[in-house]
Nanobody, 124 residues
Framework: QVQLVESGGGLVQAGGSLSLSCAAS????????MGWYRQAPGKQRELVAR???????NYAGSVKGRFTISRDNAKNTVYLQMNSLTPEDTAVYYC??????????????????WGQGTQVTVSS
């Protein structure tokens, strides 16, 4: 079993900062891409940022320059530093990861896993 456990989030005033972390645990062979998504009330879940195992980063245009994604491969953990927050950043933030796990017959396979979500609320 693989689990992604998120921490961080909470309530902050506009212009403030928050950081999120997400640790993967379980029977893991390797982790490819890790990322953060968010879902605001009444809206679809959207990509915020993603980072490959090699450290290549991608950001949504709305957060570029304000958010920074990073990861610690030794700890199977991905982070999201969020600065200059605005009320439009209010959402439930989910981490995900493409993780290779052992299968049967000595084979392994990759699957996408999600965290439980953490609320970020930015007040004006």
């Amino acid at each position: 079993q693989v689990q992604l456990v998120e921490s961080g989030g909470g309530l902050v005033q506009a212009g403030g900062s928050l950081s999120l972390s997400c640790a993967a645990s379980g029977n893991i062979v390797s982790i490819n891409v890790m990322g953060w998504y968010r879902q605001a009330p009444g809206k679809q879940r959207e990509l915020v940022a993603r980072i490959t195992s090699g450290g290549s980063e991608n950001y949504a245009g709305s957060v570029k320059g304000r958010f920074t994604i990073s990861r610690d491969n030794a700890k199977n953990t991905v982070y999201l530093q969020m600065n200059s927050l605005t009320p439009e950043d209010t959402a439930v933030y989910y981490c995900n990861a493409d993780i290779t796990v052992p299968g049967t017959g000595g084979l392994s396979y990759e699957a996408r896993y999600w965290g439980q979500g953490t609320q970020v609320t930015v007040s004006s």
